[in-house]
C-alpha cells in the first residue's frame, strides 16, 4: 500500500515503514511519522492528538482491506489495498 503524505508531494510504501506513530511538535502541533532502517518521514501534521490517532486507526483499517486469493485450502496471493491518502485535517 502506498501513502500520500498530507502535501500530496510524497509517497511512502507501507512495506518499507519499520514503525509509524503519533508524536507531538514543539509547537503543540501532533504528527503523524513513519520510520524506516534509513530514516523517518512525517506524512501528516493535525491539531489534536486526537486526531492523529484517529488518522493511525484509519490507516490500520485502510490496510486490513486486504484480500487474500485461495485456491482450494492454500492461500495464492495477498493483494493489499493500493492507496491511502493522508487526510488534511
Do not use: H, W
Amino acid at each position: 500500500m502506498i501513502i500520500v503524505g498530507q502535501s500530496k508531494k510524497t509517497m511512502t510504501n507501507f512495506n518499507n515503514i519499520e514503525v509509524i506513530e503519533c508524536g507531538e511538535t514543539e509547537e503543540g502541533k501532533f504528527i503523524v511519522k513513519a520510520y524506516f532502517a534509513s530514516g523517518n518521514i512525517v506524512v501528516g501534521t493535525y491539531r489534536t492528538e486526537e486526531r492523529a490517532k484517529e488518522v493511525l486507526k484509519e490507516i490500520a483499517e485502510k490496510y486490513e482491506e486486504a484480500k487474500i486469493l485461495t485456491n482450494g485450502d492454500s492461500i495464492t496471493a495477498v493483494e493489499p489495498p493500493k492507496v491511502y491518502e493522508m487526510p488534511e485535517e
